[in-house]
């Protein structure tokens, strides 16, 4: 059977049955494509397990793949095949058996606190054609770096989710499906006010909170990458929207949040996940340090 044609089965299967994301399903068809065009498969009794080496040899070795990269591919085609086989399209799956690498422990990168605030000046001194940009950009990084929001869900805000006079921001369905709340500071707070003001002023009505410019739309997440471009270059400090998060929850860390409450925020469905931003904050340990036992007892230097 054409494989493409079974591709496209299983990711309307995932997005019924499963209630996977757009960008799940785009990460499907495009690792699956990609599978197919290294063989040159068509049908799906051509998939072997040594095609399927084949590809991940080639992927570390030639395409200098990150294990992420690998574990990624081996993610998206071992469930793909394995429906195959719950189908009856195939007998055993060919992924099965394919090795999983040791997961590289690298702590989250972040920026330290002056860079972050220089940023935040820059997005709101940045000498924009139009005064919404100002208020709508400085608002849009400042919830990355006050809130620890993910991209995807700052781009699915709606009107209704941020309540400023309240202090709180409900995140509907993030990451895994899952609803959160998280609390915003009175500085956040003011932000959020001030572009509301001038989204406003040019008579938004979209359900989405931020919106487009020129148009009666929300933001796009193309709008969004460019932002992120112009601000680097305009910066020089090198950041991506993922950076931005891992900041929020070291910064927050620093500040004397505990872990639970962060995990919270960040919407982690396992604390451990949270926990790494304990090793990635120098601060953090600097302030735990203190409180060894024998800091205060006199001891006599030789």
Known sequence: MDIHILCEKFCDYSISMRGYSKA???????????????????????????????????GRTERKWSINTYLVYRNTLMPFFSWCVKQGYMATNPAAEIEVPKLEKRLPTKLTKQDTFRLLEIVQNYPYD????????????????FAGLRKQ?????????VDIENLTIFVRQG??????????????AQILKKYVQERKRLNRT????????????????????????????????????????????????EGGCDIYSLSKMMGHSDIKTTTIYLSAS??????????????NVPLKIY
């Open 24 to 58: 799940t399903i785009r990460r499907y068809r495009f690792v699956i494509k990609s599978f197919c065009k290294f063989t040159n498969i068509t049908e799906l009794n051509e998939v072997s397990e040594e095609k399927l080496r084949q590809l991940f040899f080639y």
């Open 175 to 188: 990451k895994g499906n899952k609803d959160r709340i998280i609390p915003i500071s009175f500085t956040l």
């Open 153 to 161: 869900e700052l781009l699915k805000l709606k009107c209704v989710d």
């Open 282 to 295: 120098a601060e953090h340990l600097r302030t735990q340090m203190v409180k060894h036992p024998l800091n």
């Open 130 to 145: 139009y005064r919404f940009l100002r208020f709508r950009n400085h608002a849009v990084f400042s919830m990355f770096v």
């Open 206 to 253: 979209c359900p989405e909170f931020f919106v487009s410019l020129n148009r009666n739309f929300g933001y796009s997440e193309a709008g969004l990458k460019h932002l992120v471009r112009q601000m680097n270059e305009a910066s020089e400090i090198k950041f991506n929207v993922h950076k931005l998060r891992h900041t929020f929850a070291t910064l927050m860390l």
